[in-house]
């Protein structure tokens, strides 16, 4: 079992749609990452949380550390949004610190 | 703009060739990372660097080795590249304030 667990996998909607992906994690970390990914692109970080919420633009990311669970939101989406979005938990130890991923929700958005 | 440059967008090597991949980042960043991505297995951290000359295994270290002689700059070396290390590596830098990615190195090894 990975210890950072995405769902969906595949998320297809039409533009406009509230969008949602959820980060499970089994292991104790320090902070998590929520990246995106284009097509054939490389990978942009979009939020670093360790709690609460964080919000830029349309894009919400939250984290509830008693459960061990994040979401990314995305309002009012658009085409553009469509990529592979990946979380992350940065794991501390001794010092040293490395992140493990989830392997990704590709997001497809219609117009 | 910060960046982390990655020498290679694309590149095509032969079976048994030693494989050099560079890194070089402008952030003054301690912290780098290689990583290589699979269809359906994520990104796999296969070696990192806390400081110069300082590396130590990822998850996945058989294979490769790296070079850290200065600080912006962090080199996956694959001694004799095989078919199955064809993949998508990716190198980061990161800090307390977050993880800055390369745009990817595509290696395919025939």
């Known amino acids: 079992k990975n210890e950072v667990e995405q769902s969906p996998q595949n998320l297809t909607a039409q533009e406009g749609e509230f969008i949602t992906i959820n980060c499970s994690y089994s292991v104790g970390i320090s902070a998590l990452h929520w990246l995106q990914q284009h097509p054939g692109g490389g990978i942009v970080s979009l939020f670093m949380l360790s709690s609460g919420k964080k919000k830029h633009g349309r894009l919400i990311a939250t984290i509830n550390i008693q459960e061990k669970h994040s979401s990314l939101h995305i309002t009012a989406s658009h085409p553009r949004d469509s990529a592979v979005y990946i979380c992350?938990?940065?794991?501390?130890?001794?010092?040293?610190?490395?992140?493990?991923f989830g392997t990704g929700t590709r997001l497809t958005i219609i117009p | 703009d910060v960046k982390v440059t990655q020498s290679s967008r694309y590149l095509v090597k032969r079976t048994g060739e030693k494989v050099f991949l560079e890194c070089v980042q402008d952030m003054d960043h301690e912290n780098m990372f290689w990583y290589r991505q699979d269809p359906g297995l994520g990104l796999r951290l296969i070696y990192f660097?806390?400081?110069?000359?300082?590396?130590e295994k990822g998850d996945i270290p058989e294979g490769y080795s790296v070079s850290r002689e200065k600080k912006e700059r962090f080199s996956l070396i694959l001694e004799s590249a095989s078919t199955s290390q064809t993949s998508m590596y990716l190198c980061a830098s990161g800090s307390n304030y977050g993880y800055t990615f390369g745009s990817g190195t595509r290696l395919t090894v025939v």
């Open positions: 992350a938990g940065k794991i501390s130890n001794f010092g040293n610190e490395k992140l493990t």
């Open positions: 660097s806390y400081d110069v000359k300082m590396k």
